[in-house]
């Protein structure tokens, strides 16, 4: 596959799961714009201030903030054989810009159902030493490293509810739109996580 592949779904559908067994698959890099976003709010930057409202109340980050974001990082040389993106686009305007900047091969959109999103992020942790993501109940962490987990300022009960409010109105029309150019592979996300990565491989390999 020579272009970008697109990870899509709701907020903690697993995409950030899935993408190491992507890249390990297909050797393209994961460009993940809310680890980006993240990593510029830790360091201060004049756009992570600008972005930083926005994350925490659980909207949208502007269409120009994340549009000059990606154009940066797809002039690195480790994107000329397409990239893994990892919740991007998620409004129609940044498809459309992507489409003129990279060619994209496949979306792969897993689909969950919204009663179990909210118990899917408010169970989630990250090791701030790998980036791996672990739930407190479904992938639970070893317990050596169970210490020094983390969970994300915004995966909380409320702000959850708010990104999937602007996930319904703004980011899910995408998959219509990716539909119509005969993109969407559609992924059950409501099953183990390996079952949705066999899955998601199995129609990579094709
Ligand atoms: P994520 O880690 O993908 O859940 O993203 C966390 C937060 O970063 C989102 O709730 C948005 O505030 C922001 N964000 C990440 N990616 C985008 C994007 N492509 N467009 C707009 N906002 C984004």
Do not use: C
């Not at 980006?36 to 925490?56: D, N, T, Y």
């Not at 672990?134 to 210490?147: L, M, R």
């Amino acid at each position: 596959m020579n272009g970008s592949i697109v990870l899509f779904g709701p907020p903690g559908a697993g995409k950030g799961t899935q993408a190491k067994r992507i890249v390990d698959l297909t050797s393209k890099p994961q460009v993940s714009t809310g680890d980006m976003l993240r990593q510029a709010v830790s360091i201060g930057s004049e756009l992570g201030l600008a972005a930083k409202v926005f994350m925490e109340a659980g909207e949208l980050v502007p269409d120009e903030v994340i549009v000059g974001l990606i154009a940066e990082r797809l002039k690195e040389n480790d994107a000329s054989g397409g990239v893994l993106f990892d919740g991007y686009p998620r409004t129609i305007a940044q498809a459309e810009e992507l489409a003129s900047i990279a060619e994209v091969s496949a979306v792969i959109s897993i689909e969950v159902p919204d009663q179990s999103i909210i118990e899917r992020i408010v169970g989630r942790r990250m090791d701030p030493e790998t980036g791996a993501i672990y739930h407190t109940k479904f992938n639970p962490a070893p317990e050596s490293i169970s210490g020094r987990l983390i969970q994300r300022k915004d995966d909380n009960e409320s702000t959850v509810k708010t990104r999937l409010s602007a996930y319904h109105e703004q980011t899910s029309p995408l998959a219509g739109w990716y539909e119509n150019q005969g993109l969407l592979i559609r992924i059950n996300g409501n099953q183990s996580i390996e079952d949705v990565g066999d899955e998601i491989i199995s129609h990579l390999s094709n």
